[in-house]
């Protein structure tokens, strides 16, 4: 530390604050003259610096005398050390009886910047370096820890520390060889293999702002309301977008860097835009069709017949190959398979339903895939059941029968009505049947995988069913 400090910085601040702000008004106008040459040798002076049509005043400098210009000197920047000629008209007074030191610590204060005295430590804090910096013009107490950066590593003080000590210049070498992998686009798994050493160490080096590339990596920046609601508008419009999708969308929109981890943050806590797993819609359903048979619905069947009088039918099938485990634990970085066979693996089961606002109103279990006479067959028991029903279906082609329908109708008194092509999302029936194979998933270790299919179709009677009809839009 300088032998010149006389106080400490915070009582310095307080004595040297109005006369700064006396100085930077009343001294404005005190250009120097031609004969005061010699008086400002080796003193402090304030230099103007015009930004628009604002002028502020830069310092305190140190005036070293007069160039070989009439009314030119030269200056020298306290905190950077640099010296040069600046002409007589943007040089004012600095009265101060205040030491070489006190006046570097106001001019680094003034600009925020300060000069490094030396270096006397280090640490490693979650594999980030530190340095223990003494600050020139400042008391020992006043030293700082301070990340290990560009700016440290281009000063003398930190070559003279390192010069003595090979394991630091060897470890940070040895993370200059890993950021040139990371930034040469190999894996972390890679790297851990070619280095040595383990996953955290790199991803510490990749996730950390200190220096590992020769430049400092800029952080995320902080999403404004502007960008938060361009997010909002972006993922209502693209839902199956993903976080680097939309990161990638924000930066060429607005030129920020934003992490995917503020992004999860703005989306899922202040949005309150939640992950879940979407409705199917298929590409190629006609959204004109399904907004005619909403208008069909409304005007021909909603106003003649009760909810109770609606019934949904469909097929579902299961398959052993479905219930195939494909979620396994190994050692970790090491990748691990789920094995499963290519041919029959069992019985495959095909069920025609019947949904009703109590439940299942009928069901057919059958061995194999339906066929349109099973279907016929089936349809034939169904329709003796609800007299006086409507019967929704999808627009299978075992579902045609031929031309029997018109007949089937009149004899049993059962209006037969098609959703539009593609459009599972207007059959509540749907739903159940994620139900039950959700059910069967989970218990046909224990129960076997028959019962637990017959099981899993009783157990839809506890179902809020009534609700789901609601949900879809069939609540009259």
């Not at 070989?68 to 640099?82: A, I, K």
């Not at 006086?388 to 008194?413: E, F, P, R, T």
Request: aromatic share 8%; charged share 25%; glycine share 6%.
């Amino acid at each position: 530390m300088s032998n010149e400090s006389k106080m400490p910085f915070e009582a310095f601040k307080r004595s040297l604050k109005l006369q700064r702000v006396i100085q930077d008004q009343a001294l404005q106008q005190q250009t120097p003259s031609e004969a005061s040459h010699v008086a400002l040798s080796n003193k402090p002076v304030l230099v103007t610096t015009t930004v628009g049509r604002r002028t502020k005043l830069a310092g305190p400098m140190c005036c070293q005398g007069p160039a070989e210009s009439p009314n030119v000197y030269y200056v020298e920047n306290l905190t950077t050390g640099v010296v040069a000629k600046v002409h007589a008209e943007r040089l004012r007074h600095f009265e101060s009886d205040a030491t070489r030191a006190e006046l570097t610590r106001l001019a680094a204060q003034r600009v925020d910047e300060y000069v490094v005295e030396a270096i006397d430590s280090h640490k490693f804090e979650d594999g980030v370096l530190h340095l223990h910096v003494l600050w020139e013009g400042y008391l020992e107490e006043e030293a700082t820890w301070e990340r290990f950066n560009a700016d440290l590593d281009e000063l003398r003080a930190f070559e003279e520390y390192v010069a003595d000590k090979p394991s630091l210049r060897r470890k940070l070498r040895e993370r200059l060889n890993i950021a040139t992998l990371l930034g040469s686009g190999m894996s972390i798994a890679n790297i851990a293999r070619v280095t040595g050493r383990c996953r955290n160490v790199i991803y510490d080096i990749k996730a950390n702002r200190a220096k590992c590339s020769g430049k400092r990596v800029r952080p995320a920046t902080k999403m404004s309301p502007e960008v938060t609601k361009y997010v909002r508008d972006y993922v209502l419009q693209n839902p199956a977008a993903r976080l680097s999708d939309i990161a990638t969308v924000v930066q060429l929109k607005f030129g920020i860097s934003v992490s995917l981890s503020s992004l999860s943050q703005t989306i899922l806590h202040k949005e309150k835009l939640t992950l879940k797993v979407g409705d199917t819609r298929w590409m190629e359903r006609n959204p004109e069709e399904a907004w005619r048979f909403r208008s069909f619905y409304a005007t021909e069947i909603a106003p003649y017949y009760s909810t109770d009088q609606v019934f949904f039918l469909d097929e579902t099938s299961f398959d052993p190959r479905h219930l195939a485990v494909k979620r396994v634990r190994g050692p970790k970085g090491v990748r691990t398979y789920a094995c499963r066979k290519g041919g029959p693996v069992g019985q495959r089961y095909s069920v025609c339903a019947t949904l009703g606002v109590e439940g299942i109103k009928h069901r057919v279990i059958t061995t194999g895939t339906f066929t349109a006479d099973k279907f016929l067959d089936n349809t034939i028991e169904l329709l003796g059941m609800i007299p006086g029903c409507v019967l929704v279906m999808d627009n299978a082609s075992i579902h045609a029968l031929k031309g029997k329908l018109d007949a089937l109708m009149q004899l049993y008194d059962v209006r037969i009505v098609f959703l539009p092509k593609y459009s599972p999302f207007l059959n509540p029936i749907e739903v159940v049947f994620a139900w039950i194979k959700a059910f069967v998933h989970t218990h046909f270790k224990d129960m076997g995988r028959l019962p637990a299919i017959l099981a899993a179709f009783d157990d839809v009677a506890k179902k809020n069913i009534r609700g789901l009809y609601e949900k879809h839009g069939y609540s009259h």
